[in-house]
């Protein structure tokens, strides 16, 4: 079956460093890939999305290259701030099913 | 607000109780999906509607648990006889059809037994 694995945390860094957070899959077919963005006492908020394959998604100065070869598509931005500390999630969603499949999600701190 | 809105945001129950949850998706959204969240772990799905009909649900739906989606709109999601194990973030997410692939979720209902 489907299936996304992350890099575990928590990841601890200081302002203005240099983030990446791994994910890899496993899927049949060509799936759509996403990162959500978890902050505390709150729901899920799309970050960004990869509809096919070498697609890069970006928003707020993250990234994330969908790569079929290695089966990843990796989060990353230059320079991270005290107000992107959140749980992060990998998931995707193949082209047959309706449903998403979700990672279990990175805890991100990012330190002043 | 225009989001997806969930209730209540939290509830305590004791075990053996029954609990429902509502989920109001974003108004033109016609799919509409339950996943359940515990502590450290991403959501897992639950059930999927489009429209009224509930069209997939997932093992983790025993049979204590019921979705319904009458009219299209909102959602319920019941659980008959709590138990400790169903303590966990009850999420609810919709999309539109016609936007592919991006669901939108709820800022979710805490369920905690005791």
């Known amino acids: 079956g489907n299936s996304v694995t992350q890099m575990e945390g928590p990841v601890t860094l200081s302002e203005e460093a240099f983030l990446t957070i791994n994910c890899t899959y496993t899927?049949?077919?060509?799936?759509?890939l996403f990162w959500y963005v978890q902050y505390p006492g709150e729901g899920l908020q799309l970050l960004l999305k990869?509809?096919?394959?070498?697609d890069k998604g970006s928003n707020k100065g993250f990234e994330a290259t969908y790569r079929k070869e290695t089966t990843s598509f990796h989060l990353e931005k230059g320079s991270v701030q005290v107000s992107d500390s959140a749980v992060y999630f990998c998931?995707?969603?193949?082209?047959?099913?309706?449903?998403?499949?979700f990672g279990p999600g990175t805890r991100l701190s990012v330190l002043p | 607000d225009t989001g997806v809105s969930q209730n209540p945001r939290h509830k305590i129950t004791k075990r053996g109780q029954n609990v429902t949850f509502r989920c109001d998706p974003i108004?033109?959204?016609?799919?509409l999906y339950w996943y359940r969240q515990t502590l450290g772990q991403g959501p897992e799905f639950l059930t999927y509607?489009?429209?009224?009909?509930?069209?997939?649900k997932s093992r983790l739906l025993s049979d204590r648990f019921s979705a319904e989606r009458p009219k299209g709109s909102f959602s319920t999601l019941e659980i008959q006889r709590t138990e400790q194990g169903d303590s966990a973030m009850y999420l609810c997410?919709?999309?539109?059809?016609?936007?592919?692939?991006?669901?939108?979720f709820g800022e979710g209902s805490w369920l905690t037994v005791v």
């Open positions: 108004s033109e959204h016609n799919r």
């Open positions: 990869a509809t096919k394959a070498d």
């Open positions: 509607f489009q429209n009224e009909a509930q069209l997939e």
């Open positions: 998931a995707l969603r193949d082209n047959y099913g309706q449903n998403f499949v």
């Open positions: 899927a049949t077919g060509y799936p759509s």
């Open positions: 997410a919709s999309s539109f059809s016609g936007e592919k692939n991006t669901i939108y």
